[in-house]
């Protein structure tokens, strides 16, 4: 049995969704619904179990035995929360239970990290797993804190000879795609630049404040959530693989790229407004971010990717425009 946490979410259900198309399984999920369509994110794969978070170590207890791999993708990951003692709870707390669990009991965790472990980029974006390299990282926030937190432990504990039998950090940057519609405010811009050419035939970006940059021209690693997928699947089918990988496309793309190509993809004119980034975020905006794959790719994963305006299209002509946007 393959465990996914975070299962209903976005990344997640779309790895359910991948592990039912290539025959893998069964797979239990562990997730919260809440009222809302999330559970629709799940609707067209088969799932074994669902459990709650709070009883996922008793069901793990009791039923663990089955378990070959642990994804875990279960995680806060709204860099606006300001609880940080529910971050640490969720973040660090139990994905460090996961990791004993998988270490005593012959599994393997493969987990997400996130690009926020970076801060501001100043220090670059290579997925150096030296213990001294980690630990000089700056996130900006509770989040980025606590996933650099368990990295650091887990690189930490693998050195002491007490790690899972497989176990992958993947630091995932800019990740769009179908599933993410319960974000709120932390889905891809992708889907909210679709949404503001739907309602109203334009799209607003944000200016830059930084003298390098164009309106527009601030850059991110925009990674199709297949690809990190993909990613995930070749580490399960290469169980020799372990460390903290970066998960993204490579390249850095414009807000006005992605922008362009979602005009495109609609069938519709450029058309774009431009406002001041927010004072409260401007001091600590990023204008660049991009993923370096080398290790991944000196691992063995050779996979070419999904350009920005391939993901985009099929994004935006396969989910978004269509009667049925679930994945």
Known sequence: MILVTGGAG????YLVGELAARGLGPVAVCDRFGTGDKWKNLAKHPVAAVIQPENLMDWLAENGGSVNCIFHMGAISATTEADTDLILETNFNLSLALWYWCAENDSRLIYASSAATYGNGDQ???????PAALAALRPLNPYGW??????????RLAAQGAAPLQWVGLKFFNVYGPNEYHKGGMRSVAHQVFEMIRD??????FRSHHPDYEDGGQMRDFVWVGDVVDMMLWLYDNPHVS???NSGSGKARSFLDLANATFAAMDREVAIDWRDTPEEIRRHYQYFTEASMTRIAAAGYKAP???LE??????VQNFLATDDRYR
């Open 305 to 307: 990717g999904t350009s």
């Open 124 to 130: 670059g974006f290579d997925d150096d797993n030296d």
């Open 310 to 315: 391939e993901g985009v299209a099929a994004y």
């Open 146 to 155: 606590s996933k650099k937190l368990f990295d650091v432990n887990a690189v």
């Open 200 to 205: 109203t035939g334009r799209a607003t970006l």
């Open 10 to 13: 976005f990344i997640g259900s």
């Open 243 to 245: 460390g903290i990988f």
